[in-house]
């Protein structure tokens, strides 16, 4: 059974740094594809990062491009996203997924206040 379980979210001050860990189970990540979402209140569900499958592509929202890096840990089986200089506007619900087969986790909060 596919099931992704994201974790690292919270409550950081702008300008701080979070890690975010998406642990997938049921299959393999090195053969898929991977994405990190977001969802902000009132706002569509954005895109964020994505890793190829062989890991040696990945592209980026413009409006993380230079402070996210999304990377994967295939030993480990997991998908990670570090997140950087964080700012108000990146508050959302991060959330992984699988493009194949279209599989969700249940997201992480990230909340940047001061």
């Known amino acids: 059974q596919v099931q992704l379980v994201e974790s690292g979210g919270g409550l950081v001050q702008p300008g701080g740094s979070l890690r975010l860990s998406c642990a997938a189970f049921g299959f393999a990540i090195a053969a898929h594809n991977m994405n990190w979402y977001r969802r902000a209140p009132g706002k569509e569900r954005e895109l964020v990062a994505a890793v190829s499958l062989g890991g040696g592509t990945v592209k980026y929202a413009d409006s993380v491009k230079g402070r996210f890096t999304i990377s994967r840990d295939s030993n480990k089986n997991t998908v990670y996203l570090q997140m950087n200089n964080l700012k108000p506007e990146d508050t959302a619900m991060y959330y992984c997924?699988?493009?194949?087969?279209?599989?969700w986790g249940k997201g992480t909060q990230v909340t940047v206040s001061s």
């Open positions: 997924r699988r493009p194949n087969g279209d599989y």
